[in-house]
């Protein structure tokens, strides 16, 4: 499409309603665009079929959102929906294929994004990551010289005209220009000193292209997301990205043919930046204000409002990032002030809420009086739409806050939410119970487990096959008893050691046939913690999770893995290994209680672990694994506030792990991060042997290790489960040699990147066959 001459929108621009959100869950009341995806993916429906399910969930999002408040008119409804990622969206908004995918990205956006993100038989798909500090996974951008770019608006432009239909003027939602830049990587094609930023110029061009799209088609608003703003975790200092969101958004605010444009900056603090990113030629600004902070200095001398003037302001009070009712009598107070001040004050979301489940009213089997607690998507654009009204006429919704006050305060006094016993062993722990023998001695001890050099092992979960959910599912509705469930799994059990003792492993795992969760296996049995029935959140593509919820002090009744880890060993004389979720893993993807610091919640966990710990050792697990995969994931993207969590964190594993003798074998599990970053924090868990992802990085962990001097176990990830292709022996054994040049043999280990469980079986065998006979070359060469 070409651009259309039209005046700025500063002369014709319709303001924002006073209230808005940032974006909605995407993937369906009940996971309807993973079902419709999964059976295109398996050829069982088209694309036609696969697009209309999409259809019908965004009218559906759009309707629902205008009917919990948000008004139709203006932009207040987000157009946040996206197939798989809304970074990979924005790579085909930009036309940014890799060449490596040239004739693998088929003939539409649809078959493109796929291929992107996973991948096929001669393609590796993108790297994927985390999403700043969220366990949403992004595919991360491949940029290099010769990457084309080009403006591609039709999946934009087509979901402003549905919404038109619907009688709604929706708002645009894209990954900002600054943050797509820095998110993306160099590709291998890049020459030497390569950065994608060095492109910012001409994505930025192509944002231009993009925006006058969709004012040719009519669009109002445009949302462009930036966090970048906020973190301290990215290639360039925090004060340099200021700088090019100001350049930038001067050359995209000064174009002619554009929407008014709504600058977002969730999940951190821009309090510092928020004059000066007010101050640009845009018509309104969003900050987070529950992770962040308003300039106190600068509101209070009426500077905040003179940068403000002739700008919106989107006060982010709504915890987009946690299911816990906002206190309206607060929030209501921050937009007051803003308001007072002379900002014009819109209420809106701290972030999107697609990290959060759709409806807490579908919770029918959580009890009645946690729920009363809770509030999930649908909830949270009400009370969006309450504190607008609110803001208009304080005392239109008296009856409201009260209602939250009540619920506050009986959330307070709740039996389970505080307990003296629970607290006190906590406030015991003394720096001693942090604290194994030394390395060296527990290496000495633990070769009498004969584990051997380039050891073989795999991360935890086998497939969770269909029967294994059948099962579990008449389980659940009565259907068959304990005894029979118990000896279902016990079967399942034993395939699973026969099949890996068959292939070549040395180090063997039970698959978690009994776990439906790596942590909401743990919250069912931990005291302090609830599960939901329909509570699914995105973590990437369709992968979707049911966060636990943690409302009380947190103990541990009875033993958890203990029966099954000894069945298990009972059945084969190679070692079995222990399977746990680490304490910080658990906080992560669950949604945490928001009344207690989260180092005084981790310390709880890891003591429940800990008894687990003592439990299985004594049972006769000799390896136990702890895994990690989110440790990097919480890390602060305020530098200030990095070290104190790495510390607790660090502190809750090795409070956990710190009870075993030096004869066993501690392991840890992490994943999708960038290593290099925290390789402190990774050497100070003091684990015997840390797996971690790589495959698709291609060994990039590699090199912050070697040069770190890391002296423990270590395998990096040799085949990537989070695509369905089968990497070869020879592509395995590259990866093992790139590792073995910078890791010593005796410490390296080697494994997938992550459990299986949502892979297949024929995929599961045909690759981890490969990668034993690639470890086997390796270690004979």
Not at 92 to 98: D, F, H, K, V
Not at 242 to 251: D, F, G, M, N, P
Not at 330 to 355: C, E, F, K, M, P
Not at 764 to 776: D, E, G, I, P
Request: proline content about 5%; hydrophobic content about 45%.
């Amino acid at each position: 499409m070409t651009a259309t001459s039209q005046p700025a929108p500063s002369q014709t621009v319709t303001p924002l309603p006073n209230a808005t959100i940032l974006g909605y869950p995407r993937i369906g009341r009940r996971r309807e665009l993973k079902r419709a995806i999964e059976s295109f993916w398996k050829g069982a429906t088209d694309e036609a079929q696969l697009g209309e399910t999409a259809r019908e969930l965004r009218a559906a999002t759009r309707t629902r959102l205008v009917e919990l408040g948000l008004p139709a008119t203006g932009g207040a409804v987000p157009e946040s929906f996206s197939f798989y990622d809304q970074v990979l969206d924005a790579t085909i908004a930009l036309g940014a294929i890799p060449h490596r995918f040239a004739d693998a990205v088929g003939s539409s956006d649809l078959t493109a994004t796929f291929a992107l993100a996973r991948g096929d038989k001669d393609h590796q798909p993108l790297e994927m990551t985390k999403w700043f500090d969220t366990n949403y996974h992004y595919s991360v951008p491949e940029l290099d010289e010769q990457t084309p770019l080009a403006a591609n608006s039709a999946a934009l432009v087509s979901y402003l005209a549905e919404a038109k239909e619907q009688g709604i003027e929706s708002r645009p939602v894209l990954v900002g220009p600054v943050t797509y830049a820095l998110l993306a990587k160099a590709s291998d094609a890049a020459g030497e000193g390569f950065a994608p930023l060095d492109r910012l110029d001409e994505i930025v061009a192509v944002y231009a292209q993009l925006l006058a799209d969709l004012a040719a088609a009519g669009a109002a608003w445009v949302q462009l997301d930036e966090p970048a703003l906020v973190s301290d975790s990215l290639s360039v200092p925090r004060a340099e990205i200021l700088a090019l969101v100001e350049r930038t958004y001067a050359t995209l605010g000064g174009a002619s043919a554009r929407p008014a444009i709504l600058l977002t900056a969730p999940y951190g603090d821009s309090a510092a930046a928020l004059s000066r990113i007010a101050a640009l030629p845009i018509e309104a600004v969003q900050a987070d204000l529950v992770r962040g902070s308003l300039p106190e200095s600068e509101l209070a001398d009426g500077s905040l409002a003179a940068a403000f003037e002739g700008t919106q302001f989107v006060a982010g009070v709504v915890d987009g990032r946690n299911i816990w009712r906002t206190n309206l009598r607060a929030a209501l107070a921050t937009a007051t002030r803003l308001q007072d001040a002379g900002i014009a004050t819109v209420i809106g979301t701290s972030n999107s809420l697609q990290h959060v489940p759709h409806d807490v009213s579908d919770e029918t089997k959580l009890d009645a009086r946690l729920r009363s607690w809770l509030a999930f998507a649908d909830q949270k654009v009400e009370q969006v739409a309450i504190l607008a009204k609110g803001l208009a006429d304080a005392a239109s919704v008296e009856a409201e806050l009260a209602e939250v006050d009540a619920v506050l305060a009986d959330r307070a006094a709740a039996p389970g939410v505080s307990t003296a016993a629970i607290r006190d062993r906590a406030a015991a722990v003394t720096a001693a119970d942090r604290d194994r023998a030394p390395e060296g001695d527990r290496r000495d001890a633990q070769r009498a487990l004969n584990i051997p050099e380039l050891a073989t092992t795999t991360i935890g979960s086998f497939p969770q096959t269909s029967e294994i959910r059948v099962a579990r599912a008449a389980f659940a509705r009565g259907e068959i008893d304990q005894a029979a469930y118990d000896g279902f799994l016990r079967a399942e059990i034993e395939r699973v050691i026969r099949l890996q003792e068959e292939i070549g492993l040395d180090v063997l795992v039970h698959g978690e046939a009994e776990r439906n969760d790596m942590v909401q296996y743990f919250a069912e049995l931990l005291d302090g913690f609830a599960v939901t029935e329909h509570g699914w959140v995105q973590s990437y593509g369709t992968r979707a999770t049911r966060p636990s919820i943690l409302w009380g002090d947190v103990s541990r009744p009875a033993p958890m893995t203990v029966a099954w880890s000894v069945y298990a060993q009972s059945l084969t004389e190679r070692p079995v290994k222990g399977m746990l979720t680490g304490p910080v893993t658990i906080l992560a993807w669950s949604f945490v209680r928001d009344d207690l610091p989260l180092a005084d919640t981790a310390s709880q966990v890891a003591l429940a672990l800990r008894d687990e710990i003592n439990d299985l050792v004594e049972a006769g697990i000799k390896i136990v694994q702890v895994d990690e995969p989110a440790l990097r994931e919480l890390l602060p993207l305020d530098a200030d506030r990095q070290a104190a969590y790495l510390d607790w964190s660090v502190g809750a594993f090795r409070l956990a792990t710190a009870g075993a003798a030096s004869e066993v074998q501690i392991h840890t599990h992490l994943c999708y991060s960038e290593f290099g970053e925290i390789i402190d924090a990774v050497d100070g868990l003091d684990a015997d042997v840390t797996s971690i992802e790589a495959a698709r990085s291609r060994m990039d962990v590699v090199e912050p290790l070697g040069d770190h001097g890391y002296s423990r176990g270590i395998g990096p990830g040799v085949y990537d489960i989070h695509s369905p292709r089968v990497p070869s022996v020879a592509e395995q054994t590259e990866l093992i040699q790139l590792a073995a040049a910078r890791i010593p043999g005796e410490q390296l280990w080697v494994n997938p990147d992550c459990g299986l469980k949502t892979r297949g079986y024929e995929e599961t065998v045909a690759s981890l066959t490969n990668l034993v006979q690639a470890a086997r070359a390796v270690r004979g060469a």
